[in-house]
């Protein structure tokens, strides 16, 4: 691809192209090829593999994925990026680029659409426009297709409320939303001087390993989702208070917390995802008894 291997070149290059990054996109594009190969390192990738890449921009990390794995199938949004994109990617005949929103594509079909043969699990990289990272992980590990495991270069403090344990200040219902279906491994940081133009933040690469089944088991998702929702919305409140303001438990009713052996004089962000389970399965049960 056309090397830009300094922030001076990858700005000469957007100019010939007549592009300048978009804020609004998050595009903050990487020059680093070091960084990039790390990236494309932490996803142990082989020529078995099809990798989905999201926002691929100028696709500096598309090819180094390229060289290592199967099939490359990268969405991107911006059109306007598609002539450079292309051009920089041209060598390469494992690569499938598709203009389309990451919030919203289908990427069950199009796995289908592009490997059509494919039975295995693929695997999902990208630099993620900082803007949708929480959401866009979500819907990730909840899409309707199968994956072994994502790597992504996220702000460093969503890596890290994403591998929080229970206690400190970064735990909230983005760990226990992630952890419930893979198992993060912060894996190293990127300074800002490593994109043009820089971020104002730090960043960091995260890896989450899919798990095969949730981390714990629960009798229903939707309960269990709602009482760590209301444990952190009112972080401030024990448990007890935050569960009853957020509708979920009547005082007067039965006491829940001890039938699932859990002080409610305890804060939520103490709770591990075990305990959040139970307490989750006790009031499900007192729910059922009582209707
Ligand atoms: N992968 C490139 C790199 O490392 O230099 C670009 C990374 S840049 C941080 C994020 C990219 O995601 C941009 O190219 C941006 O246009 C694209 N993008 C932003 N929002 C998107 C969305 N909703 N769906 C797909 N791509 C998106």
């Given amino acids: 691809m056309s090397a830009a291997t300094s922030p001076t070149a990858l700005r000469a290059l957007l100019k010939n192209y007549g592009l300048t990054p978009k804020k609004g996109l998050g595009q903050h594009f990487l020059w680093e090829s070091r960084v990039v190969e790390r990236i494309a390192g932490a996803a142990d990738l082989s020529k078995k593999d099809v990798v989905l890449e999201i926002g691929p921009g100028l696709g500096i990390l598309t090819a180094a994925l390229a060289r290592q794995a199967g099939l490359v199938i990268a969405v991107e949004i911006d ?15 494992n690569i499938r680029l598709v203009q389309g929103d990451a919030r919203t594509v289908d990427f069950g079909a199009l796995l289908q659409e592009y490997a059509p043969g494919f039975t295995g699990s693929c695997k999902v990289l990208g630099n993620l426009p900082y803007y949708i990272t929480s ?3 979500m819907r990730l ?13 996220v702000q460093k403090e969503v890596a890290e409320r994403i591998a ?19 198992d993060p491994q912060l894996l190293f940081q990127v300074p800002p001087h490593a994109f043009y133009p820089p971020p104002e933040v730090s960043s960091a690469v995260i890896r989450l390993n899919c798990r095969k ?9 939707a309960t269990f989702f709602k009482v760590v929702r209301a444990s952190f919305r009112y972080r401030r409140k024990t448990l007890k208070n935050a569960l009853r303001e957020a509708g979920l438990w009547d005082p007067t009713k ?16 103490t709770l591990d995802l075990v305990e959040f389970a139970r307490l989750a399965d006790v009031l499900l049960q007192t729910q059922e008894r009582t209707e």
């Fill in 79 to 93: 059109r306007n990026l598609f002539p450079l994109l292309k051009e920089n990617l041209k060598d390469y005949d």
């Fill in 135 to 137: 959401p866009l992980i």
């Fill in 141 to 153: 590990l909840d899409g309707g297709f199968r994956k072994e495991l994502l790597v992504f270069m």
């Fill in 164 to 182: 929080a344990s229970p206690g400190g200040k970064e735990y909230g219902s983005l760990s226990v939303a992630v952890q419930y279906s893979a």
């Fill in 213 to 221: 089944r949730p981390a714990v088991d629960v009798k229903d998702e």
């Fill in 254 to 269: 039965e006491n829940i917390f001890e039938e699932a052996g859990i002080l409610p004089g305890r804060r939520g962000e």
